[in-house]
């Protein structure tokens, strides 16, 4: 075959793989999400739902470190919730913060008019020198020191609730009969970093969401979401909490896992109108957060770490590499240009197959389309993420979270 021909099909065989891959992408988040269970509607007075909330307890544990950019709005979203059961509070440990997360946050209770107990303030202290503690579970670990209530929600200070989602959780927990209760938030994103990946990012979590099996108490898959970890504190008990997880990074799926095997009920629902989720508010964030996270999220193996980085490349940057490029072969190699005009039609497909992607996830995740034609870029961030991942976390060299090594 000559270099022409070999070019041709080339590009006819990758347009064809990535508008392939989009389709088959989009199909199956429509399947997973027609599917998943979504959080109940608040519960009516009287019902079955609303009485046991009358005689629980709860505890709202938020883990802050250097969370001064978040931790008003997510304190005050709290604050100002309807009153989900008889008796509750919130609970803020910060974890030594440099900057100014504390007087923001006394700040923000005192104009919610909040004092003790219904907020309390606890400082971690120093993390013990001969133990190996990662991430937000030193502080968690302190905080279940203070912690008597029936049930405890630990909550991220980059989440902002809606009024009544507290009582809503709170009630599905109690129904179901959950020893924990996760919800998937809403992601939304603000800066250009986050418009060109959050959207891919979101539908491969969508897509990668074992929704059905991790609410199946016979199948050993377990996921929960930790910006909305709500517990059982018996069963959190039980499985020793964050204290027995000090070292590990991704503790969300490690508490699922342990829920699960210890024989406990996890239910892991779509929370999209109860609460939100900003991650990251600038590049450098994002980065640091991502390459924290992908290989550990895919297991660990570092074969599938690579491939779904190749793949989120192919599909989604391959379209807008491929058009100008099968165009332009068009017009310079007229005896392939039959070849060549399939390969274009193919990767402008794919452009189109994205669009119907970003309005997907429109309609189910209230993502604007702000943006959406920089995705092609954004998937060169994702391809980019993977191997570097994959170095930090098996070399331990600048993998970090908030400044802080992880190795």
């Known amino acids: 075959m000559d270099p022409a021909t070999a070019l041709a099909w080339a590009l006819l065989s990758l347009a064809a793989a990535a508008a392939l891959g989009l389709l088959t992408l989009i199909a199956g988040l429509a399947r997973v999400f027609a599917q998943a269970p979504r959080l109940m509607e608040q519960p009516e007075p009287g019902t079955e739902a609303s009485e046991a909330l009358a005689s629980t307890s709860l505890t709202v544990v938020v883990p ?13 979203s709290l604050l100002r919730s309807e009153d989900p059961c008889g008796d509750w509070r919130v609970l803020l440990v910060d974890d030594r913060s440099s900057d100014a997360t504390v007087a923001f946050a006394e700040e923000a209770a005192g104009a919610c008019g909040a ?10 202290g120093a993390r013990p020198e001969d133990e190996r503690w990662v991430g937000k579970n030193w502080a968690c670990s302190r905080a279940m020191e203070q912690v008597i209530s029936d ?22 927990a109690s129904v179901d009969g959950a020893d924990l209760l996760s919800l998937a938030p809403r992601l939304s994103c603000g800066c250009l970093a986050e418009w060109m990946v959050q959207p891919i990012m979101v ?21 929960a979401a930790g910006p909305f970890m709500l517990f059982r504190r018996s069963a959190y008990a039980a499985i020793g909490g964050h ?61 599938r770490a690579l491939a779904a980085s190749s793949v989120v490349l192919l599909m989604f940057s391959g379209p807008w590499l491929m ?8 017009v310079l190699l007229p005896n392939q240009r039959l070849v060549l005009l399939a390969a274009l039609a193919l990767a402008l497909t ?28 954004g998937a060169l961030v994702v391809a980019a993420i993977g191997p570097v991942s994959v170095w930090r976390t098996l070399s331990g060299r600048g993998w970090t979270w908030k400044g802080r090594p992880l190795a």
């Open 203 to 223: 539908s491969l979590l969508g897509l990668g969401f074992p929704i059905e099996a991790a609410n199946d108490p016979a199948s050993p898959v377990a996921f």
């Open 323 to 330: 058009t100008p490029a099968a165009a332009f072969a068009a």
């Open 350 to 377: 794919g452009i189109g197959l994205q669009l119907v992607l970003r309005l997907w996830t429109r309609r189910h995740f209230q993502v604007p389309l702000t943006l959406w034609w920089l995705m092609g870029a």
């Open 115 to 124: 004092t003790e107990p219904r907020f309390s303030l606890l400082d971690a």
């Open 151 to 172: 049930w405890v929600l630990f909550v991220d200070a980059d989440v902002r609730l809606q009024p009544a989602s507290l009582r809503r959780a709170l009630a599905q």
């Open 64 to 76: 802050t470190y250097n969370e001064a950019a978040n931790i008003a709005a997510c304190l005050t």
């Open 243 to 303: 204290r027995a997880l000090a070292a590990e990074v991704v503790e969300d799926l490690a508490l699922a896992r342990r829920i699960k095997q210890g024989g406990h009920r996890l239910r892991y629902l779509l929370g999209l109108d109860a609460l939100e989720l900003r991650m990251y508010s600038d590049f450098t964030s994002l980065w640091e957060g991502w390459t924290k996270n992908w290989l550990l999220g895919l297991d660990g193996d570092v074969a």
